[in-house]
């Protein structure tokens, strides 16, 4: 078995919604059945017990069925949430499309490496280690995936259908895209200022603010040095608490402490963490954290220092042990609780208790592990949203905005929290930028809280997904043309427009990328941009095949036609039909309340509506074709031409729009250019743009090289009228043939080549076409070869002219720039010449520098 290439399909693609990987894989005949391999199936299953595959004589298990069922399986049995696996033939014998689902990209790529090697392992009957392969799968999602807080967060916001994307391997995610985006790092927003958190990591200037806002909170004040420290406690009296005046998560801290020793030992390590050192006076009483989101305190915890209950059996250290194995408690915040560590600090507070780490406590007694009750060294939480005083709750909420937090973590000490902090004495000791929301998900004891919805709705009013019109556009030919028209309509009704095509990255008509941008990765790029209110997607063939789409789904999708010479016969998709299912892609992630616009006239097209989770608009020139009409007759969306108007009609509405008022369509002449125009009219409809913006927009919409290179340009040469164009399939040489007959002309000459990754038959097809309808034609060779020998396109093209009924001078030159020229010496006043050009800018440029000279 080999595996030639691996793929991460990142958004929607062929096989399902979901991310996943997909392998190419080609097994030997023996390997087509692993029936035919004695003991293989006995030696896999001994290896992996859990693997799931069925096979019998009328469905044999190949290698690489067993291969995807392997890297589904390692998956889950690690505990990563995939169900979506797929094994596909593929046109070469002995090759097939291995798809499985991941969550994490890493992950599913570690999974297919080991279903390999489990293979090869059982294959061979050598040993394979599945417990050390699922425990480097584990590791692996729990270093890479989203933490409990920021993931709680994540899937408050996928609850709502708003969308999100995770910029680094950290905790840092955007929510909604272009102008609607927000961004988090854990529980901080793009809102948390940083003035905010400067406030917020100085203890002492924190304490000064909200004492000024007369919510309580412990004396004290900050000192330089050890002796310092020592006179401050002395001063005020009783037991105090040293820590950090810029600490986090309870580093540094020592609460509860009176004598000079303690005090010089918690300065020093205090000091460690920062030069500035804080002893304020220990408020006796339980530690609480309330978290405050907005104005709104949402949840409540009374946390308990890490502690341990002997048994009068085992050590300290035993018992710590055993605790530490609760599958509730990890090594970092992957975790609801932190592991226990048997530390200095530690083994300081456990000498407070007269204990070491061997000591054996007796039954029932609490030994203490650490001063604070952080859950990230190792402490627990009670959840007591339900008992907050609501002055409590106010002042809690007052300290969040004094410090100036939209999401806040306020650590209070007091003896319960029923009453007010006033009557017990209690108070604010410190107040949290980017809280763990650990202990309020997930609580030792109590229940759970919605804290990650809670931020959402903070984040996001109600109703509103985050999300902008995204209109996403296929097919095989007009994709690009309509693409611009659309994204031209938006801008007429004053929204801020990103655009992709094959030219490029377009945001408000500036283009900030160049070559080929009709992937995933360029829509992805559009969606990050915050100037940008609307999107419009040309989305090609090879994207969706190579990564899935760049959105999870979009308002609008439009698919012009399918045709043949559509890169047929590359990545496995060798017909027609297999185009269709590629295209479909962009129907079956229409939202729900979206819209599937489709041209009935293409049968291939026409069906795409059974895929379409919302609803279908359908345009054809011809308003009685069946799919029209009975699609007219349901009482839905139709766009089509009755002469010489466009009209879109639903029930007894209808709109028209004079072909003469649209420049693109030369009066209705050019009718693929009408069928393009109806397309996009389709589409504005769908987004409820008004009628007359898209009027405006259809009149004012100029076809030429600046705003649609390459789509049926036309420029006038000396009297001669020149066309440039990038038709490069039979389908685009058909549509382009019937406009140009449409126009007069004295004599009509091509300038054609071809490229290199089409078929054969394509490539003479094209040729066959244009040499019944052109009189002079001059064949050149691209740039490009795409593989293919010198000369080779070029015979082929000539090939196709053998019959010709028109062609009575065909030439062959080298070189695009040089056929042009040729082509333009040949012109003579009321000729027409059409240019399928190769490089379109370049060759755009050099046309337009000789029709200026002339």
Same mark, same amino acid.
């Given at each position: 078995?080999?595996?030639?290439?691996?793929?991460?399909?990142?958004?929607?693609?062929?096989?399902?919604?979901?991310?996943?990987?997909?392998?190419?894989?080609?097994?030997?005949?023996?390997?087509?059945?692993?029936?035919?391999?004695?003991?293989?199936?006995?030696?896999?299953?001994?290896?992996?017990?859990?693997?799931?595959?069925?096979?019998?004589?009328?469905?044999?298990?190949?290698?690489?069925?067993?291969?995807? @069922?392997?890297?589904?399986?390692?998956?889950?049995?690690?505990?990563?949430?995939?169900?979506?696996?797929?094994?596909?033939?593929?046109?070469?014998?002995?090759?097939?499309?291995?798809?499985?689902?991941?969550?994490?990209?890493?992950?599913?790529?570690?999974?297919?490496?080991?279903?390999?090697?489990?293979?090869?392992?059982?294959?061979?009957?050598?040993?394979?280690?599945?417990?050390?392969?699922?425990?480097?799968?584990? @590791?692996? *999602?729990?270093?890479?995936?989203?933490?409990?807080?920021?993931?709680?967060?994540?899937?408050?916001?996928?609850?709502?259908?708003?969308?999100?994307?995770?910029?680094?391997?950290?905790?840092?995610?955007?929510?909604?895209?272009?102008?609607?985006?927000?961004?988090?790092?854990?529980?901080?927003?793009?809102?948390?200022?940083?003035?905010?958190?400067?406030?917020?990591?100085?203890?002492?200037?924190?304490?000064?603010?909200?004492?000024?806002?007369?919510?309580?909170?412990?004396?004290?004040?900050?000192?330089?040095?050890?002796?310092?420290?020592?006179?401050?406690?002395?001063?005020?009296?009783?037991?105090?608490?040293?820590?950090?005046?810029?600490?986090?998560?309870?580093?540094?801290?020592?609460?509860?402490?009176?004598?000079?020793?303690?005090?010089?030992?918690?300065?020093?390590?205090?000091?460690?963490?920062?030069?500035?050192?804080?002893?304020?006076?220990?408020?006796?009483?339980? *530690?609480?954290?309330?978290?405050?989101?907005?104005?709104?305190?949402?949840?409540?915890?009374?946390?308990?220092?890490?502690?341990?209950?002997?048994?009068?059996?085992?050590?300290?250290?035993?018992?710590?042990?055993?605790?530490?194995?609760?599958?509730?408690?990890?090594?970092?915040?992957?975790?609801?609780?932190?592991?226990?560590?048997?530390?200095?600090?530690?083994?300081?507070?456990?000498?407070?208790?007269?204990?070491?780490?061997?000591?054996?406590?007796?039954?029932?007694?609490?030994?203490?592990?650490?001063?604070?009750?952080?859950?990230?060294?190792?402490?627990?939480?009670?959840?007591?949203?339900?008992?907050?005083?609501?002055?409590?709750?106010?002042?809690?909420?007052?300290?969040?905005?004094?410090?100036?937090?939209?999401?806040?973590?306020?650590?209070?000490?007091?003896?319960?929290?029923?009453?007010?902090?006033?009557?017990?004495?209690?108070?604010?000791?410190?107040?949290?930028?980017?809280?763990?929301?650990?202990?309020?998900?997930?609580?030792?004891?109590?229940?759970?809280?919605?804290?990650?919805?809670?931020?959402?709705?903070?984040?996001?009013?109600?109703?509103?997904?985050?999300?902008?019109?995204?209109?996403?556009?296929?097919?095989?030919?007009?994709?690009?043309?309509?693409?611009?028209?659309?994204?031209?309509?938006?801008?007429?009704?004053?929204?801020?427009?990103?655009?992709?095509?094959?030219?490029?990255?377009?945001?408000?008509?500036?283009?900030?990328?160049?070559?080929?941008?009709?992937?995933?990765?360029?829509?992805?790029?559009?969606?990050?941009?915050?100037?940008?209110?609307?999107?419009?997607?040309?989305?090609?063939?090879?994207?969706?095949?190579?990564?899935?789409?760049?959105?999870?789904?979009?308002?609008?999708?439009?698919?012009?036609?399918?045709?043949?010479?559509?890169?047929?016969?590359?990545?496995?998709?060798?017909?027609?039909?297999?185009?269709?299912?590629?295209?479909?892609?962009?129907?079956?992630?229409?939202?729900?309340?979206?819209?599937?616009?489709?041209?009935?006239?293409?049968?291939?097209?026409?069906?795409?509506?059974?895929?379409?989770?919302?609803?279908?608009?359908?345009?054809?020139?011809?308003?009685?074709?069946?799919?029209?009409?009975?699609?007219?007759?349901?009482?839905?969306?139709?766009?089509?031409?009755?002469?010489?108007?466009?009209?879109?009609?639903?029930?007894?509405?209808?709109?028209?729009?004079?072909?003469?008022?649209?420049?693109?369509?030369?009066?209705?002449?050019?009718?693929?250019?009408?069928?393009?125009?109806?397309?996009?009219?389709?589409?504005?409809?769908?987004?409820?743009?008004?009628?007359?913006?898209?009027?405006?927009?259809?009149?004012?919409?100029?076809?030429?090289?600046?705003?649609?290179?390459?789509?049926?340009?036309?420029?006038?040469?000396?009297?001669?009228?020149?066309?440039?164009?990038?038709?490069?399939?039979?389908?685009?040489?058909?549509?382009?043939?019937?406009?140009?007959?449409?126009?007069?002309?004295?004599?009509?000459?091509?300038?054609?080549?071809?490229?290199?990754?089409?078929?054969?038959?394509?490539?003479?097809?094209?040729?066959?076409?244009?040499?019944?309808?052109?009189?002079?034609?001059?064949?050149?060779?691209?740039?490009?070869?795409?593989?293919?020998?010198?000369?080779?396109?070029?015979?082929?093209?000539?090939?196709?002219?053998?019959?010709?009924?028109?062609?009575?001078?065909?030439?062959?030159?080298?070189?695009?720039?040089?056929?042009?020229?040729?082509?333009?010496?040949?012109?003579?006043?009321?000729?027409?010449?059409?240019?399928?050009?190769?490089?379109?800018?370049?060759?755009?440029?050099?046309?337009?520098?000789?029709?200026?000279?002339?």
């Amino acid at each position: 078995m080999e595996i030639s290439r691996i793929r991460a399909l990142r958004g929607p693609n062929l096989w399902s919604r979901h991310t996943a990987i997909e392998a190419i894989v080609s097994c030997t005949d023996d390997e087509l059945e692993i029936a035919r391999i004695p003991g293989f199936e006995g030696r896999l299953r001994a290896r992996f017990p859990a693997i799931d595959f069925m096979h019998d004589q009328e469905h044999p298990c190949s290698f690489a069925h067993v291969l995807e @069922s392997a890297a589904l399986g390692l998956q889950a049995q690690a505990g990563c949430p995939v169900t979506f696996s797929r094994t596909v033939q593929t046109v070469e014998t002995g090759t097939f499309q291995v798809v499985a689902e991941y969550t994490e990209e890493a992950v599913g790529r570690l999974a297919f490496e080991l279903a390999e090697q489990l293979c090869a392992s059982a294959l061979a009957d050598t040993p394979f280690d599945l417990t050390d392969a699922l425990e480097r799968l584990r @590791s692996l *999602d729990e270093d890479i995936r989203l933490g409990p807080s920021t993931g709680s967060i994540v899937d408050a916001a996928v609850k709502r259908g708003i969308p999100y994307r995770r910029l680094t391997e950290g905790s840092m995610v955007q929510f909604g895209w272009g102008s609607k985006q927000r961004r988090i790092q854990a529980a901080e927003t793009d809102s948390s200022s940083a003035i905010a958190e400067s406030i917020a990591q100085d203890k002492e200037l924190t304490k000064k603010l909200l004492d000024a806002a007369g919510v309580p909170v412990p004396i004290g004040r900050s000192v330089t040095s050890a002796e310092d420290a020592w006179k401050v406690a002395e001063e005020l009296g009783g037991r105090v608490v040293v820590k950090p005046r810029d600490g986090n998560q309870g580093k540094g801290v020592a609460v509860n402490i009176a004598t000079r020793e303690e005090v010089l030992a918690a300065y020093e390590v205090a000091a460690k963490i920062s030069s500035d050192v804080i002893v304020e006076r220990y408020l006796p009483g339980y *530690d609480f954290r309330m978290l405050v989101v907005g104005n709104e305190l949402v949840a409540a915890a009374r946390r308990a220092p890490p502690q341990v209950i002997g048994d009068g059996v085992r050590t300290v250290r035993e018992l710590i042990e055993e605790v530490n194995r609760d599958p509730l408690r990890g090594d970092g915040h992957a975790t609801s609780l932190t592991k226990i560590r048997l530390d200095t600090i530690a083994l300081s507070v456990l000498a407070k208790q007269g204990h070491t780490a061997d000591s054996v406590p007796a039954k029932g007694v609490h030994v203490v592990l650490r001063n604070n009750a952080n859950l990230s060294t190792g402490g627990t939480a009670t959840d007591v949203t339900d008992d907050v005083h609501p002055e409590v709750a106010a002042r809690a909420v007052e300290a969040a905005q004094m410090v100036g937090l939209d999401i806040c973590g306020v650590d209070v000490v007091c003896e319960n929290v029923i009453q007010p902090l006033e009557e017990q004495g209690g108070g604010i000791v410190e107040v949290n930028a980017a809280p763990g929301l650990r202990m309020h998900l997930q609580p030792s004891y109590g229940k759970g809280r919605a804290v990650g919805e809670a931020i959402i709705n903070m984040m996001y009013g109600r109703g509103d997904d985050g999300r902008i019109p995204v209109v996403a556009v296929s097919g095989t030919n007009g994709k690009t043309t309509t693409t611009r028209l659309i994204a031209h309509m938006l801008a007429t009704s004053k929204l801020r427009v990103g655009m992709t095509g094959t030219d490029g990255v377009y945001i408000q008509d500036k283009r900030i990328d160049t070559g080929d941008c009709s992937g995933p990765r360029s829509a992805r790029n559009v969606l990050l941009h915050p100037d940008v209110d609307a999107a419009v997607f040309e989305t090609a063939r090879g994207g969706i095949l190579r990564e899935g789409l760049g959105f999870d789904r979009c308002n609008v999708a439009v698919v012009t036609n399918l045709g043949v010479g559509d890169h047929l016969g590359l990545n496995y998709i060798s017909t027609v039909e297999d185009l269709a299912v590629v295209k479909r892609v962009i129907v079956q992630n229409v939202a729900p309340n979206g819209m599937a616009v489709l041209n009935a006239a293409d049968p291939m097209v026409a069906k795409m509506a059974k895929a379409c989770p919302g609803s279908v608009t359908y345009f054809a020139v011809d308003r009685h074709h069946p799919v029209m009409a009975t699609h007219r007759a349901k009482g839905r969306r139709v766009v089509y031409r009755d002469g010489d108007a466009i009209v879109a009609l639903q029930g007894s509405f209808q709109h028209r729009f004079p072909l003469a008022e649209i420049p693109l369509t030369r009066n209705g002449a050019i009718g693929f250019q009408v069928e393009n125009a109806m397309a996009a009219i389709g589409a504005a409809w769908a987004l409820e743009l008004d009628w007359q913006v898209i009027r405006t927009a259809l009149g004012s919409f100029v076809n030429d090289s600046g705003t649609a290179p390459g789509r049926f340009n036309v420029f006038d040469y000396r009297g001669a009228m020149l066309i440039a164009d990038y038709g490069h399939n039979p389908d685009a040489i058909q549509a382009l043939v019937g406009a140009v007959e449409a126009m007069p002309a004295k004599r009509r000459a091509v300038v054609i080549s071809g490229a290199g990754d089409r078929r054969d038959e394509d490539l003479r097809r094209q040729t066959e076409i244009l040499g019944d309808a052109f009189d002079d034609v001059i064949l050149y060779e691209d740039q490009c070869q795409r593989g293919r020998a010198d000369g080779e396109v070029v015979g082929l093209l000539r090939e196709g002219l053998r019959n010709a009924r028109r062609a009575s001078h065909v030439q062959e030159i080298v070189g695009e720039f040089l056929a042009i020229d040729t082509a333009l010496a040949r012109l003579q006043p009321g000729d027409l010449c059409l240019i399928l050009i190769d490089q379109v800018e370049e060759a755009l440029e050099h046309i337009g520098k000789r029709v200026k000279e002339a």
